[in-house]
């Protein structure tokens, strides 16, 4: 069953992103794997207000324990389940991302979807992260640097966040306050040149915002035509 990694710069909403579309795939009938790798500073868990009884760092520093320990169940969803971080938890060495390729591996024969939060920006290893990751979406906001940068700087995040090692590549514009003429130039800049499919736009809503303030899924705050619905409906036709 498909791996997706959600990636991108800090600040860029994949957490928000991350949640809430693993919360619609959930909604539409598919067994969703939320995992929260962000080992310096998972906030997963502060968004659902949720603390696991068996935080993916246990599994980092012990992995001999029943992985099935680590897997929380959504207590307002059917189908969605949780491994999260344990966000209180002083860092004690420096934690590898080698050490999940085999919990990705068992445990994606046991969900129909798995959505994995990657941290802020790029890890130092030079190589894949998890071999297992099938597609990649870098999640970025054109908003925090000037328009005339913005197609440079768009390019040198795919190139960097390109050696992650996903199969595919995506990339997932989110929240963009600049004028729609740029935005249209900036997706086609992608799509054409860059050769990189844009799998959609986000716009700035405030309901998100509410929602992140609130810590309410999406799913539960809206009808279901909206555009994260629509992003989840698009990721389940081509990777489901």
């Known amino acids: 069953m498909p791996v997706i990694g959600v990636t991108g710069p800090e600040g860029a909403g994949k ?3 991350a949640i809430n579309i693993g919360g619609y795939l959930a909604v539409n009938g598919a067994r969703t794997l939320l995992i929260d790798a962000n080992l310096y500073f998972p906030d997963m868990s502060f968004y659902l207000d949720m603390r696991p009884n068996y935080p993916l760092h246990l599994y980092l520093e012990d992995h001999e324990m029943d992985i099935e320990w680590l897997v929380t ?3 307002g969803l059917k189908n969605l389940y949780l491994i999260l971080g344990e966000p209180m938890k002083p860092i004690q060495r420096r934690y590898s991302f080698k ?3 085999f919990l990705i591996a068992y445990l994606r024969e046991h969900y129909g979807v798995i959505i994995v939060d ?3 920006g790029l890890p130092v290893e030079p190589l894949p992260i998890i071999p297992e990751i099938d597609h990649q979406i870098l999640v970025i906001d054109p908003t925090i640097v000037p328009l005339r940068n913005l197609k440079m700087w768009v390019e040198s995040l795919i190139i960097k966040f390109s050696h992650m090692g996903a199969e595919k590549l995506w990339v997932l514009i989110n929240k963009p306050l600049i004028p729609e003429k740029n935005l249209i130039e900036l997706e086609d800049f992608i799509v054409d040149e860059l050769g990189i499919p844009v799998i959609g ?6 309901e998100i915002h509410e929602s992140t303030r609130t810590g309410t899924l999406l799913c539960e705050m809206w009808e279901m035509e909206n555009p994260v619905s629509e992003l989840a409906y698009s990721i389940e036709e081509l990777f489901l």
Do not use: A, S
């Not at 736009?201 to 405030?206: E, F, G, L, Q, R």
């Open 15 to 17: 957490t928000t992103l």
């Open 73 to 75: 169940p959504h207590e």
């Open 99 to 101: 050490l999940m390729t």
């Open 118 to 120: 990657f941290p802020p």
């Open 201 to 206: 736009t986000i716009p700035y809503d405030v």
